[in-house]
């Protein structure tokens, strides 16, 4: 039902009053449709969501790596805590200006972080995690430790490219140096030259980053014929071991940061392998269908389609796209993503879009559609972006919002929530809501370049 002219006036008014205040603004209905966006009051509303998730974490997980926010409890990843809620929500916190927050998370992380833990640890996770975090925090708030830590850290997953390729193995133990897992993602191998990269560049120590591009140079030499890459690759052999090829997860932040480490370092090597990456890419995967623009599924070595499916993961894709220079796609992508948002009200993991069926209706907190409203809103400045952003961080508070914190969706039709809180709801999906809605003085998008957790890197600007 449409609201009457005066219902509407009555609800701008109000929600224009509450913008002055400084409280929890956790919605509890979702937006009028046509309402225009109070920039200040949806700022402020991802500043208190932040707060009341960060207060959960020190109620219940505090020492810990995340918040279990049903059971009010927590979870480590491994055998010791690595504080990744804190890690990753520290350089949100800075742009917050929360600054009581920051210097307890501060005060955590140098009194207990320590790497020198026998596990084998995810090779990516802790790069754009951990690694990214500490190297972000270090920019921005200048404490010279978190350069220690991340150093310390990036010279314990070195091991990690020691492979007849030089690509890395799936996990590397910070205390032994011994790896394992042969058969790697593309977006694992992928998704680490921005955090090694800067690593070498604040430390002098070139290591970083030739091992990382190394590695994602060897990558891309294994695309196939038509330029595509696969899922998963033996390290050791350089052989494909599952030659699906997509914008998903197993390969998204393998483009990603095909774009981000050209538009960073000013490598133009790295131009060079993304121009001829995407071109294959929206040559084979992209998909224009009654439904809208899609990037599907697709043989890396035939570019036969064999899947339309996309989920919450894809939803990136429009901001690389428009970070690559191509608004066009990136504008048609971005309505598809909305559209898959609204088809239940939440996204879901995945669906099928040449019927619109929910495949798998679960939603883990992912920041990735607001990432690209953030992206296509400073590109274009059309406040649809701004309504869709909106829209979608609305539905965030209103069905995914605990007493104390924050839950996953088991199923977004039903709603119903499931007992995780990822770090990565501070490090992204808080941080690109806030973006999304804040002045742009808030961080000056030209000089930085995020990593896919969404830690921000100062560019080499000459």
Same mark, same amino acid.
Do not use: H
């Given at each position: 039902?449409?609201?009457?002219?005066?219902?509407?006036?009555?609800?701008?008014?109000?929600?224009?009053?509450?913008?002055?205040?400084?409280?929890?603004?956790?919605?509890q209905a979702l937006p009028a449709d046509n309402a225009p966006v109070n920039r200040p009051l949806w700022a402020n509303k991802a500043k208190q969501a932040f707060l009341h998730a960060w207060n959960g974490y020190k109620k219940y997980a505090w020492g810990h790596d995340q918040l279990k926010p049903l059971s009010h409890s927590y979870y480590d990843w491994y055998s010791r805590s690595l504080l990744m809620t804190p890690v990753d929500a520290f350089d949100t916190m800075k742009l917050m200006h929360l600054n009581k927050q920051a210097a307890e998370a501060k005060k955590l992380i140098f009194s207990k972080l320590s790497f020198d833990v026998d596990s084998y640890v995810s090779t990516f996770e802790i790069t754009i995690r951990m690694l990214g975090g500490l190297l972000s925090s270090y920019e921005l708030d200048h404490d010279k430790r978190f350069l220690d830590l991340a150093r310390d850290l990036g010279n314990r997953m070195l091991p990690a490219f020691d492979t007849p390729t030089g690509m890395p193995y799936e996990y590397v133990n910070l205390k032994t140096g011994q790896t394992k897992g042969d058969v790697n993602s593309s977006a694992e191998i992928g998704t680490l030259i921005l955090e090694f990269g800067t690593l070498s560049k604040l430390t002098h120590d070139p290591v970083y980053y030739n091992k990382a591009k190394k590695a994602l140079v060897a990558l891309y030499n294994h695309r196939s014929s038509i330029g595509l890459v696969g899922t998963t690759i033996n390290v050791k052999t350089g052989k494909w071991v599952n030659t699906d090829s997509h914008v998903s997860g197993g390969i998204d932040s393998y483009y990603e940061y095909l774009v981000?480490?050209?538009?960073?370092?000013?490598?133009?090597?790295?131009?060079?392998?993304?121009d001829n990456t995407i071109q294959a890419v929206n040559k084979y995967v992209a998909d224009s269908v009654s439904t809208g623009l899609w990037y599907g599924h697709v043989d890396m070595n035939t570019g036969k389609r064999t899947a339309t499916h996309f989920g919450a993961l894809d939803a990136y894709f429009p901001a690389v796209l428009a970070l690559g220079g191509d608004l066009h796609r990136a504008e048609l992508l971005e309505a598809s993503c909305y559209k898959m948002w609204m088809v239940a009200g939440v996204e879901p993991e995945q669906l099928d879009y040449s019927d619109m069926k929910i495949i798998n209706p679960s939603y883990a907190l992912r920041p990735e559609n607001l990432e690209s409203a953030y992206y296509l809103y400073h590109y274009t400045k059309n406040p649809i972006y701004l309504k869709r952003g909106r829209d979608m961080f609305a539905s965030i508070l209103k069905y995914c919002r605990t007493d104390d914190g924050y839950a996953g969706l088991k199923d977004v039709r039903t709603k119903t929530q499931?007992?995780?809180? *990822?770090? $990565?709801?501070? %490090? *992204?999906? $808080?941080?690109? %809501?806030?973006?999304?809605?804040?002045?742009?003085?808030?961080?000056d998008f030209n000089k930085i370049i995020f990593n896919t957790e969404a830690h921000p890197y100062l560019r080499n600007l000459k």
């Open positions: 039902m449409k609201r009457s002219f005066s219902r509407l006036f009555i609800y701008v008014f109000i929600a224009g009053i509450m913008a002055g205040f400084s409280l929890d603004c956790n919605a981000k480490a050209w538009k960073l370092f000013g490598d133009r090597q790295f131009k060079t392998m993304y499931e007992d995780y809180m *990822e770090s $990565f709801l501070f %490090a *992204e999906t $808080f941080k690109y %809501a806030y973006l999304l809605f804040s002045p742009p003085s808030t961080l």
